[in-house]
């Protein structure tokens, strides 16, 4: 594939709700394909569709951005900032007939398309308006305000190569006089977004397959204004497990979602690489491998499928990279919601490198990392099954030794099992009333790293309490 010297990529959402997960690999793929060339990424707002536009959006777009670090070069660009430029491109194509107006109403054009559905042909508009060598026009209705609608060329085919899904081939025949700007005179998505592509002079567009319809009529009216085309990708939709379109029935779908439920971006941006995307068997990669091998090379045809578990075992694979004080700060609010006492409590960054080895999500390890923040309540069955008065002496006797001994890992280890071997007891027999006694809980990591988090005060009196 010849590369230009310059790539020049975009990501244009319509603010028209969240950030999709299918729209964030877009972002992605676009974004890294102009990282790999040294090129320039355009985020650009397509906000004419103003009945479903909202300023709240356009936020959740931005930040969800921000938030997978898919920083742009250049925008955002909004195209109704970009009305005057619009209405300077319509009127040159009104002027060189490569556009017209047509006053056909809404009713006209829905009655047309009835009777050629009824003929069993294509609806589509019939070229009333359109003006032709020896026809004539029929009179304008008075008061009636026209659209403008595209010339499209009426014989011979739209086809480009493109870079996902190999050559695609459109006829003419199949495509309408699209209407490129309203009564009102705003102008419509596909005349916007071929004069955007012009002018921002985007080398590729990479985008949803829901987009290929699109496409030759962007192409016809680009080779109308005279301008280079871009190369066109269109990957394949994201499906969720059942091999159904991704949707919020399948879980998140927003990518602000993410964050909220304990994912890391450098997590979610390596799980999105490999939905469509691949090097090799390569599954775990930092944002920097993903630039340097990216290519379009290698995107694949077939759906990608999202794959909750897959995103679970890459987001614990970077939370046990990650810096300790960094998930302490992120898990931090959300255990003071829950109730964190952190007064004279262990370093929350000591029990996240004790914990974060166990877990996927940093929901999970605030849960999880709350065993040390708050006042341990055993549950009365619990300590009736394994606080035994057998075991008690035991633990007596245990309470002494911690009372002197080293206060560290190896040294209280070394003094759980010398007296395990002295009273001829296995390690859950004294491990499991210790986890209740000290934490409330019997599922804990190794009893010995626990206790030492603690401070030494703390486990004894815990311990007083019972015996």
């Known amino acids: ?81 970009r009305m005057d430029r619009y209405r300077e491109v319509i009127g040159k194509m009104l002027a060189d007939g490569s556009a017209y107006h047509c006053y056909s109403s809404p009713e006209e054009v829905e009655a047309m398309r009835e009777r ?53 081939t459109i006829s003419n025949r199949e495509l309408d006089d ?45 080779h109308a204004l005279g301008a280079e085309l871009p190369l066109y990708g269109h990957l394949p939709m994201i499906l969720g497990s059942d091999g159904e379109k991704l949707s919020k029935r399948h879980g998140a779908v927003s990518v602000m979602d993410y964050p909220a439920q304990g994912y890391l971006p450098e997590a979610m941006l390596n799980y999105l690489a490999r939905l469509g995307w691949s090097h090799g068997d390569d599954e775990v990669f930092s944002m920097e491998q993903f630039t340097q091998w990216f290519d379009l090379d290698h995107l694949t ?37 829950n109730g964190a006492q952190f007064d004279g409590a262990p370093d929350l960054q000591n029990v996240i490198a004790l914990m974060k080895d166990r877990i996927n999500t940093l929901n999970e390890l605030s849960v999880a990392a709350m065993l040390f923040y708050r006042q341990p309540a055993p549950d009365a069955a619990l300590l009736e099954q394994h606080l035994t008065d057998a075991i008690k002496p035991v633990l ?3 309470a002494e030794q911690l009372a002197s001994v080293e206060w560290k890992k190896e040294t209280v280890s070394a003094a759980l099992k010398e007296i395990l071997a002295a009273h001829k007891l296995k390690m859950p027999q004294l491990a499991m009333p210790l986890r209740l006694l000290i934490t409330g809980q019997l599922q804990t990591p190794s009893i010995d790293a626990v206790i030492v988090l603690f401070d030494r005060a703390v486990v004894l009196d815990r311990l007083k309490k019972y015996l």
């Open 301 to 337: 045809k077939s759906p990608a499928q999202f794959n909750h578990e897959k995103l679970d075992w890459i987001n614990n694979h970077y939370i046990k990279q990650a810096d300790n004080a960094r998930l302490a700060e992120l898990v931090r609010p959300q255990m003071i919601k």
């Open 396 to 398: 007596a006797q245990f």
């Open 116 to 168: 050629q559905r009824a003929a069993g042909e294509k609806p589509r508009y019939d070229g009333t308006w359109r003006p032709e060598a020896g026809k004539t026009l029929p009179a304008i209705p008075e008061g009636r305000k026209p659209v403008v609608r595209f010339r499209n060329p009426t014989e011979g085919e739209v086809t480009w190569n493109d870079v996902v899904k190999g050559s695609i």
């Open 178 to 222: 699209l209407v490129i700007a309203r009564p009102d005179g705003t102008p419509t998505y596909n005349f916007c977004v071929a004069v955007d592509d012009w002018d921002m002079k985007i080398t590729h567009v990479i985008r949803g397959d829901d987009h290929v319809n699109n496409t030759p009529r962007q192409i016809n009216i680009l």
């Open 1 to 81: 594939m010849t590369v230009p010297t310059q790539i020049r990529t975009r990501f244009a959402p319509s603010p028209t709700g969240y950030l999709h997960v299918g729209g964030a690999r877009t972002a992605l793929f676009s974004w890294a394909y102009a990282r790999h060339f040294g090129g320039t990424f355009v985020l650009r707002i397509e906000d004419t569709d103003l009945e479903r536009s909202t300023p709240e959006a356009v936020q959740a777009i931005i930040e969800g951005m921000q938030w997978l670090g898919l920083h742009h070069d250049e925008g955002p660009f909004y195209q109704m900032q």
